[in-house]
Structure formats: C-alpha cells, structure tokens
C-alpha cells in the first residue's frame, strides 16, 4: 500500500506562532473597505475593525487579514492613498494585538507605508505582480503571500478559461517564486494560495481543492481562502454569503485534511470549533496524523 503525506511546510517564523503547528491556523478576515462581497464591510470605521479584530483573537484566531480594497466585481476603485488612510489607523491601534497582522494589498506604495506601521505580512491577490511590489515585498523582509488570479477583480468572473486549471495555477506559482527568488525574497518567506474564486468557475475551484495534495510540491505552506464564497453559494443554492457558514466549514475541512497550513475566514469561533474536534478525531493523538492518507 502506498502513503502519500499531504504536508505543508513549514510556516514562516511569526511571532506567537507555532511554524510546525499540526493543524491549520485559523486568519480571521477584516474588511475596511467600502463594500465587500460577503456583507462584512466595516466601510473605513478604524475602531470597529479594531475591535473586530480583537474578537477574532479572543474567539481563536492565529493573525488577522486586514483589507482596505474590495476585490467585488463591480466594486468602487479605491486610490492608494485611501487604501493607506483606511489601513493605517487600524495597524496603530492593533501594534499591542500579539499576533501577526497580514495586510491584503495589491499597492507597492501601500506594501511600505504598512511595513513601517507594523504588519507582520504582505497578502497580494496579485503576486506581486504590480508595479514596484516585488522590490517593496522584498525590502520589508516580511513574509509573502503569493495568490493566483486569472484577469482584474473588475471582470475576472466574466469568462474564465483553462486548458488545466491546476497545471497553470501551479505553474504561475512556480513562476512567481522564481521572480521572488530573483528580487531576493527566499522561498522560506513564501506562503502560496490557489486563489479559489479569483478567475475560476466552480468546476475550476472544484478542481484545485481535489489538486492541493500536489500544491505541496512546490515547497511552500498553503494558505487557503473559501469562506462564504460564491462557488459554495451556487453548489448549495445559498445566494446570501452569510448563510453560506455549514458550506464554507466543509470546505475548510477539506483543505485541513490536504494540509493547507491557513485557513482565512470570516467566521473564527465556527471555523475553530470545527478544526478542534477535526484534530481531536483524526490528529496526531489519535494515532493517525490528520496529513496523511493511504491509498
Ligand atoms: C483578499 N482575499 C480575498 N480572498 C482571498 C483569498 O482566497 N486568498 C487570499 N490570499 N486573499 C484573499
């Protein structure tokens, strides 16, 4: 019988985080934009954010992702210095928070203006694809998160295309770690995402979650990002986003089982709750490590 073990490696060193950790960390999601496909904008209010993120610490969160531009189609442009004036505040008031703080920018401008204020890493949708990011990810010395999407957030959703969806997402991931290597950015600082809902249609987002096994090749821990979103909404016929939670934790499930190493949410007490007792059934205590799989 063969074994095959689906193992992230390890996380990038972050204070109050354990890099080996046997389950998945949960990163609760903070949206300060002004709009936001899942209903959970904060619309630019620092002190609700703040809060919002304290509660996701308290209810188990590991870090928090901090946003400031929607990725919605359709959703209104916001100027970098915007994106800045929402993110800043709330980096301030969250120094004192002991767990990291990613910040979701596609801006290299915004990349400097966070590194300096306290953000633990960098989430880019882009891949640092835009202009100047890679030599701003590479000068913050923070850890990088590289998302695959296929076209613009404006229009990604309106005709997706693959010959092989997970060929070419592992290949321009491949690409992108190279580009980081010749920025200077190791691959040790490297966390990659699928990007499921980034120019995908479900049968693409299906194909990537059945593929993330081979994701692991590419030497990287996963992050992934499923929560509440509309391919989970057509498959259980749910079109309301915050309805969307039993779907979105089967999901999660899914990607823990395939040793995705963090998992970004909007819901952290659910999503805690159903990692504890997935880890307590099928975790290293019970004799089974929950990363391996016999076929
Ligand atoms: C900002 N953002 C929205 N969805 C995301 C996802 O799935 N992954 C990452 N890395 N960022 C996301």
Redesign the pocket.
Known sequence: MMTRVFRSAPLPPLPGLDPDAARPVVMG?VNVSDDSFSGDSLKGDAGRAIQQARAQVAAGAAMV?L?AES?RPGAAPVSVQQEIDRLLPVLEGLRDLGKPVSV?TRHAATMRAVAAAGAAIL???SALEGEGSLAAAAASGLPI?L?HMQGEPGTMQSAPQYDDVVAEVLAYLESRIAACAAAGIARAKIIL?P????GKTVAHNLALLRALPRFHGLGCPL????SR?SFIGAIAHEPDPARRLPGSLAVALHAATRGAAIL?VHDVPETVQALALWHAISGPESGGNPAVQKS
């Open positions: 999601i992702d946003g990725t979701d989430n880019d949708i998160v998302m995402d990007g499921i809902g980034f992050l992934i990002g499923v979103k970004r």
